[in-house]
């Protein structure tokens, strides 16, 4: 074998064991990577209880209500297979709305009310005009209108 | 013609010095076409309205910030398999466009996140795999800066290059792999970007500016590398006599 092959052998061996190495790494740190968890990963009992962690999931659409103050709000956050509800003080990120991503982080409560500190705007990938969207929405409705 | 003539660096300084006006002139060109079509003709969003056109710079930056790396990582390889001296310089020559793209990837994404998410930096996986190529970028550049003798700090610096490689796919899947605040993707090889089609074309135009950009740098900084280390050579000291 030519030293050049070898050498050239010599990366990608190592390359491959770095990849190796690289996978069995976050493989291990997987529930670490997590950002948030689903209302099923906490439901399930995935969530630590003793501490705060973040939830992720869709507002539940009809859930939002404020409080008199003006500054807490009540909602529901689902993953469509479960909810949980969540109670917090303070400025809804413009991005907040039903029906749309949300990530909370907060304390979870014997009562299983979800108490947040921080509430985040999770936004998809979709990008389009408002016209667009209004017409998709129309499209939506005329279609459930006619299975039914 | 043979195309290795142009691994010989007196060789490729020749055509590097031609080939410069023509990516920097339509580099400039698709820039002012891009931005035309970001802040002119692309239509509000739906839900972000006016504060998505960050994406025209975001976007084409972190594709950078990715890809330059690969390409570092692609001649590092070469030069320790082949021991092409060329090919140690280009990757040199590539490292701080790399770091400049990542940098402007995190800088835009925070602006964007603290009207859009409501914080300017969280610790999801997308963020901190990109923050951590940018600690590569000024590691490797470090590197290479600290080791004085060019053969070893060559060899030093792609080896570092290689190995923080893996970075790349993990910061392109981060979102896949795990829940991330940072949204997945909208263009994607797998399915029809989710896009509207004008502001597609926008992110891509920019994109493609980005890249002959690249390309327009590292070339004009990998001439002065040829020069600096061909220094002995008749050819670059009748170079440098001239200027």
């Known amino acids: 074998m030519k030293s050049r092959h070898k050498k050239i052998l010599v990366i990608l061996l190592g390359l491959a064991g770095l990849g190796i190495a690289a996978a069995l790494i976050l493989n291990a740190f997987q529930s670490n990577l997590v950002f948030f968890f689903s209302p099923t990963q906490v439901a399930k009992g995935e969530a630590p209880t003793d501490r705060a962690f973040r939830i992720g999931g869709l507002v539940e659409v009809g859930s939002l209500k404020r409080e008199a103050n003006g500054l807490t709000s009540h909602f529901v956050v689902t993953d469509t297979a479960k909810s949980m509800p969540v109670v917090y003080t303070g400025i809804l990120p413009d991005l907040f709305k039903e029906g749309k991503g949300v990530v909370a982080e907060g304390k979870l409560g014997k009562d299983g009310l979800f108490t947040a500190t921080q509430v985040?705007?999770?936004?998809?990938e979709n990008y389009m005009p408002p016209e667009a969207a209004h017409a998709l929405e129309q499209a939506a409705k005329a279609q459930t209108t006619l299975v039914k | 013609m043979n195309l290795y003539?142009?691994?010989s660096p007196a060789n490729f300084y020749v055509l590097a010095g031609k080939l410069i006006p023509w990516f920097s002139w339509s580099a400039g060109l698709l820039a002012v076409w891009g931005l035309?079509?970001?802040?002119?003709?692309?239509?509000?969003d739906f839900q972000q309205s006016e504060a998505y056109r960050i994406i025209f710079i975001h976007v084409p930056a972190a594709w950078m910030s990715m890809f330059i790396y690969l390409v570092m990582?692609?001649?590092?390889?070469i030069g320790l398999a082949f021991n092409t001296r060329l090919s140690f310089m280009m990757a040199r020559a590539l490292a701080p466009t790399g770091a400049l793209f990542t940098f402007i990837a995190l800088w835009t994404g925070a602006l964007w996140g603290k009207p859009m998410w409501g914080a300017w930096w969280v610790w999801d996986a997308r963020l901190t795999s990109e923050l951590i190529l940018l600690f590569l970028?000024?590691?490797?550049?470090?590197?290479?800066?600290a080791i004085d003798d060019v053969r070893r700090g060559d060899r030093a610096g792609s080896l570092l290059t290689l190995i923080g490689a893996i970075n790349?796919?993990?910061?392109y899947f981060s979102v896949k792999w795990w829940n991330t605040l940072h949204q997945g993707s909208s263009i994607n090889l797998m399915k029809a970007p989710s896009m509207a089609a004008i502001m597609l074309q926008g992110m891509l135009v920019m994109a493609i500016a980005a890249w002959l950009y690249t390309i327009a740098v590292s070339l004009v900084r990998v001439r002065r590398i040829i020069l600096e280390r061909e220094r002995q050579t008749d050819w670059a000291k009748a170079i440098l006599e001239r200027e």
Do not use: E
């Not at chain 2, 035309?36 to 509000?44: E, G, N, R, V």
């Not at chain 2, 970028?137 to 800066?145: E, K, Q, T």
């Open chain 2, 73 to 77: 990582a692609f001649w590092g390889a």
């Open chain 1, 120 to 124: 985040l705007a999770k936004h998809d």
């Open chain 2, 5 to 7: 003539t142009y691994a």
């Open chain 2, 36 to 44: 035309y079509i970001s802040f002119f003709l692309a239509p509000t």
């Open chain 2, 168 to 171: 790349v796919p993990i910061i």
């Open chain 2, 137 to 145: 970028y000024v590691g490797i550049i470090a590197l290479w800066a």
